[in-house]
C-alpha cells in the first residue's frame, strides 16, 4: 500500500514528541519507551498508563491542546490525536522543520509507520503489511511469537559476544569467517535446549583464550 522499507532506528535519549495521549498514542509510547526515547507528550488529555508513566518519570507530559509553539526540535514527531485537522497541523509543522513525523490517520503522509513487533533479547522480529492490514501483521506477529522462543535471548547473547571476542583475536577475515560459519553448524540452540550449553561455552572460551591456542579450521568443541 504504502513504498516503505524497513530500518531499525536509534532513538536512545533522542527527544521524541508525540502529540496527543489516547490508547493510540499510549502504544506508540510504549514502543518509544522500550527504545530508551525521551518522551514528551502534548495533549490535554491522557490514558491513565500514560499518567502512570509520567509518575514514574518515565516521560513529560504538557497538558494542553497542540500549538506549534511547543513543538521545539524532537528527533521525531508521533502525530496522534483523534482530531484529522490538527494531526494535519502537526505534519505540516513538522515538515517545514524538517523533522521526521508519523501521523496515525495519515499513513499517506507519514514518513515512518509501526510495524507489529516483539523481542527476544537482541533478537527483534517486526511485520508491516505496508500498511495495507495491521490486524494481519499482529496475527503474523502472533504466529512467530510462538515460533521464536526465549532461547533465542541466550542464543544471541552468545553469537553476540562471541563475534566481538573474535573479531578482537582472530584477525584473519577468512579465518573469522570459518570459525562463525563452524559455530552455526554446531546448532546450539540445541545445546540450549538440551541443558548442554554452559559448558559448550566454557570449553569453547577456554580453549580460545589458551595463548597457545591457533584455529586450524576446526575448533574441536
Ligand atoms: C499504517 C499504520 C501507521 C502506524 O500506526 O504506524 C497503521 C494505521 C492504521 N491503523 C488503523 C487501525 C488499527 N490498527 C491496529 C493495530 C496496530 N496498528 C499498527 C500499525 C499501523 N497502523 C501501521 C501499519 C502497520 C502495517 O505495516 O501493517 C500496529 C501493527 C503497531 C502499532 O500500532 O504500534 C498495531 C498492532 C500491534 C500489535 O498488536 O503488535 C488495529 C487493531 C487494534 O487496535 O486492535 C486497528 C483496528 C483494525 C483495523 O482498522 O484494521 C487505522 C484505521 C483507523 C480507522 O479506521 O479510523 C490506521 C490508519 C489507516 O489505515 O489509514
Ligand atoms: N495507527 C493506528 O494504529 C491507529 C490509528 N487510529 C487513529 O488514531 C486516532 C486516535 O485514536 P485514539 O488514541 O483511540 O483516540 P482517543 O480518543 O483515545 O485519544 C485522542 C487523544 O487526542 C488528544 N487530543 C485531542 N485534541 C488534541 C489537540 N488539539 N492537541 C493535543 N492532543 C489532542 C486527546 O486529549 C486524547 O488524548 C483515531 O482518530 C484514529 O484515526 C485508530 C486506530 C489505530
Not at 41 to 50: A, E
Not at 76 to 81: E, G, S
Request: glycine residues 4%; positive net charge.
Amino acid at each position: 500500500m504504502y513504498d516503505v522499507m524497513p530500518i531499525m532506528i536509534n532513538v536512545k535519549q533522542k527527544e521524541c514528541l508525540v502529540v496527543g495521549g489516547g490508547k493510540i498514542a499510549e502504544r506508540k509510547i510504549s514502543s518509544l519507551m522500550d527504545a530508551m526515547a525521551n518522551i514528551k507528550v502534548i495533549s490535554p488529555k491522557v490514558t491513565v498508563q500514560i499518567k502512570h508513566w509520567h509518575n514514574e518519570g518515565k516521560l513529560q507530559i504538557y497538558k494542553k491542546n497542540y500549538d506549534v509553539s511547543q513543538i521545539g526540535k524532537p528527533f521525531l514527531i508521533i502525530a496522534a490525536t483523534d482530531q484529522s485537522q490538527v494531526n494535519l497541523q502537526v505534519y505540516e509543522d513538522a515538515k517545514k522543520r524538517n523533522i521526521l513525523v508519523s501521523i496515525v490517520d495519515r499513513p499517506d503522509y507519514s514518513d515512518f509507520i509501526f510495524p507489529a513487533s516483539f523481542k527476544r533479547g537482541k533478537l527483534q522480529i517486526a511485520v508491516s503489511t505496508s500498511g495495507a492490514s495491521p490486524i494481519v501483521a499482529r496475527t503474523i506477529k502472533k504466529d512467530l511469537e510462538k515460533q521464536y522462543g526465549d532461547d533465542y535471548e541466550i542464543y544471541l547473547d552468545f553469537l553476540g559476544e562471541f563475534r566481538s571476542f573474535v573479531k578482537k583475536t582472530i584477525h584473519d577475515t577468512k579465518q573469522r569467517q570459518a570459525l562463525y560459519k563452524e559455530i552455526m553448524d554446531l546448532d546450539i540452540l540445541r545445546l540450549i535446549r538440551i541443558g548442554k550449553f554452559h559448558s559448550f561455552q566454557k570449553e569453547l572460551y577456554k580453549r580460545l583464550k589458551d595463548p597457545d591456542y591457533k584455529y586450524n579450521g576446526n575448533i574441536n568443541c
